[in-house]
């Protein structure tokens, strides 16, 4: 019953994301008017931001035109809502009303369903460029080589340094709380991930290209291409890589993705 109610009123927009309106939730869960559902509203958003969720996110503020009684039109607030907007809301609504408790179990439901698949995403993209960047490390170790690097370790820091506003290996394994024995490449998140193969990439790239030689100068296009890395991480208003969090070993990823592949084939024989 709960599916279809709530499956009922749920749109889509053009970039195929799903969403509920707020106008439209709050008669199903029977508030009888909409100034009523507002304070409702107002905890859920509270209840995102201690999440330390970006509540623009979640509760985008639109303009509908709805129709008056002289056949004109106007416009009236609202506010599309995503899936775990629905499951803020309805956990700060009356738990009394027979919809609401089945609007909790729906919405906890998929919303734990829609974590999964989001989580599953993420570590398939780990994993793919986890191995990315073990590939491109060794083409870039063998640059290095040919520019004259005898300290691999050292000329790695440089990059970054560059890529990380100055702080090398050691600073980050201090700030993202890793142990020694933990390698920083296998405790990054797809985002973090991305930026350093594309640092390894134009590193291996620009050595090659200009055939640099010279320990010291192949050190100092490292650091350059890791500059100019996170110069484009800047102006596309992206987060600083030392400021993202650090995600679990990869190794965990890859069990996680090994579990569902197991799963999957268990149904499908």
């Known amino acids: 019953m709960a599916q279809n109610i709530f499956e009922s009123i749920k749109h889509i927009n053009e970039y195929g994301a799903e969403y509920w309106s707020a106008r439209e939730l709050y008669k199903i869960l029977e508030y009888s008017e909409y100034r009523h559902f507002l304070p409702v509203i107002i ?20 303009l509908d035109m709805v129709r008056v009684g002289s056949g004109g039109k106007r416009k009236i607030e609202n506010i599309n809502l995503s899936r775990y907007a629905c499951y803020l809301i309805i956990q700060n609504s009356d738990p009394s009303k027979e919809i609401v408790a089945l609007g909790q179990t729906y919405f906890a439901i998929q ?5 999964n698949a989001d989580q599953l995403v993420e570590d398939q993209k780990r994993v793919h460029l986890r191995d990315e960047i073990k590939k491109h490390n060794t083409s870039l170790a063998e640059a290095a080589e040919n520019a004259g690097v005898k300290k691999f370790g050292t000329f790695q820091n440089y990059g970054y340094k560059g890529l990380y506003g100055g702080l090398g290996a050691q600073e980050i394994h201090k700030i993202k709380k890793l142990k020694k024995s933990q390698k920083i490449l296998d405790h990054m998140g797809s985002e ?9 990439t134009q ?21 350059a291409v890791g500059q100019k890395v996170r110069k484009t991480i800047d102006e596309l208003g992206g987060t600083m890589p030392e400021e993202l969090p650090p995600a679990d070993g990869i190794t965990k990823a890859g069990k996680r993705i090994g579990k569902i592949k197991k ?4 149904i499908n024989n």
């Open 192 to 200: 973090e991930l991305a930026a350093n193969l594309f640092r390894a």
């Open 263 to 266: 799963k999957k084939k268990i």
């Open 203 to 223: 590193a291996d790239a620009k050595l090659r290209r200009e055939n640099i030689q010279g320990e010291m100068r192949a050190n100092l296009t490292h650091y």
């Open 111 to 115: 919303t734990r369903r829609q974590e």
């Open 43 to 62: 905890k859920a958003k509270e209840a995102c931001r201690n999440s330390d969720q970006d509540i623009h996110n979640h509760f985008e503020d639109v």
